[in-house]
């Protein structure tokens, strides 16, 4: 199993819908992360969180609303989907240590699609 | 302002040859790290190489090295080798120090064509 999980993998959805996109992890890492990907510009951070009491935006974060239910689960929201906010969705989580290798880790992305 | 910069849209490479990605940043913080991820055309994203700021040597993982040049503020990726699975697009990213977070700041990424 990945130790990041994202729900859905893949979904349609209608222009003014509400769309929940979950992410749940088995690492026990307290921060999380939820990253927007558009093509020809990388990743971009919508929201972080250190535990379920720290919501932060990130610098896109218009349009869309986070909630911790748990360490391990991190929740995006479109409360009303528009098209432009068609784009991979990107889950991820790290431990507390900023300072040694690889400790962030990434869901395997949900493709959203607003019609 | 923090940025990475990936200057090449498009890379092909022949099967077997050396390939390198181009990536700067711009930073005035003294601690940072540096990252190469891959991501196929199914989407995940896969770590490849971490560069610490502080690291003295070039960071090595199998195939791929990472030519750290801390004063021109560059963090080219090299593969070794080439394999026709590398084709995929790589990103180049820079993790801020923000208070224990580990935000990342991508580049716009490089697609890699491995031509037999």
């Known amino acids: 199993d990945a130790d990041v999980t994202q729900t859905p993998r893949n979904r349609i959805t209608k222009t003014g819908k509400r769309i929940m996109l979950e992410c749940s992890q088995t690492?026990?890492?307290?921060?999380m992360y939820w990253y927007r990907q558009d093509p020809g510009l990388g990743l971009r951070l919508i929201y972080y969180?250190?535990?379920?009491?720290?919501?932060n935006k990130g610098e896109i974060s218009d349009g869309y609303s986070v909630s911790r239910q748990a360490q391990a689960k991190f929740s995006l929201s479109l409360e009303s989907a528009i098209p432009n906010q068609t784009a991979l969705y990107f889950c991820?989580?790290?431990?507390?240590?900023?300072?040694?290798?690889?400790?962030?880790?990434f869901g395997e992305g949900s493709w959203l699609t607003v019609v | 302002a923090q940025k990475i910069t990936q200057t090449q849209p498009g890379m092909f490479v022949q099967e077997k040859e050396a390939v390198t990605l181009d990536c700067t940043y711009d930073?005035?913080?003294?601690?940072?790290?540096l990252f190469w991820y891959k991501q196929p055309s199914s989407g995940e994203m896969i770590f490849l190489i971490y560069?610490?700021?502080?690291?003295?040597q070039n960071a090595t993982e199998g195939r791929y090295s990472l030519n750290f040049q801390k004063a021109r503020k560059s963090a080219n990726l090299v593969i070794s080798a080439s394999q026709l699975g590398d084709s995929a697009m790589y990103f180049c990213?820079?993790?801020?120090?923000?208070?224990?977070?580990?935000?990342?700041?991508f580049g716009a990424g490089t697609r890699l064509a491995v031509h037999p």
């Open positions: 930073t005035s913080d003294p601690s940072y790290g």
């Open positions: 990213a820079m993790r801020r120090p923000s208070g224990g977070y580990n935000k990342l700041i």
């Open positions: 991820a989580t790290s431990d507390s240590d900023a300072l040694t290798g690889n400790t962030i880790y």
């Open positions: 690492k026990g890492h307290d921060r």
């Open positions: 969180s250190f535990d379920v009491k720290d919501i």
């Open positions: 560069q610490g700021s502080y690291d003295q």
